[in-house]
């Protein structure tokens, strides 16, 4: 059974950065892709960021060129470096793990961008 576990949510002057870390435990091996998708209030989940196992990498409109997608194979680590941020960015992010026969997700952590 696959385990996310997401950290470094918070809240954050519009401007500011934040980095968001999912920590991967279980049988991860032979995965498809991570992804990070979020969801505002009264919104529909959306997808931010996706990377498949060969490293390639997808952004929403929204967030492309402020965020950035990464991970750490030797942690079973995906992290989403935030720059730039907005207060649109303002919702509950999830990162989800796509793999053989598995399809996980995190608990989410809460990102408010506000002054």
């Known amino acids: 059974q696959v385990q996310l576990v997401e950290s470094g949510g918070g809240l954050v002057q519009p401007g500011g950065s934040l980095r968001l870390s999912c920590a991967a435990s279980?049988?991860?091996?032979?995965?498809?892709?991570m992804s990070w998708y979020r969801q505002a209030p009264g919104k529909q989940r959306e997808l931010v960021a996706v990377?498949?196992?060969?490293?390639?990498?997808n952004y929403a409109a929204s967030v492309k060129g402020r965020f950035t997608i990464s991970r750490d194979r030797a942690k079973n680590t995906v992290y989403l470096q935030m720059n730039s941020l907005k207060p649109e960015d303002t919702a509950v992010y999830y990162c989800?793990?796509?793999?053989?026969?598995?399809?996980?997700w995190g608990q989410g952590t809460q990102v408010t961008v506000s002054s």
């Open positions: 989800n793990l796509v793999g053989v026969t598995y399809n996980a």
């Open positions: 279980g049988n991860i091996f032979s995965f498809y892709e």
């Open positions: 990377m498949s196992s060969s490293g390639s990498t």
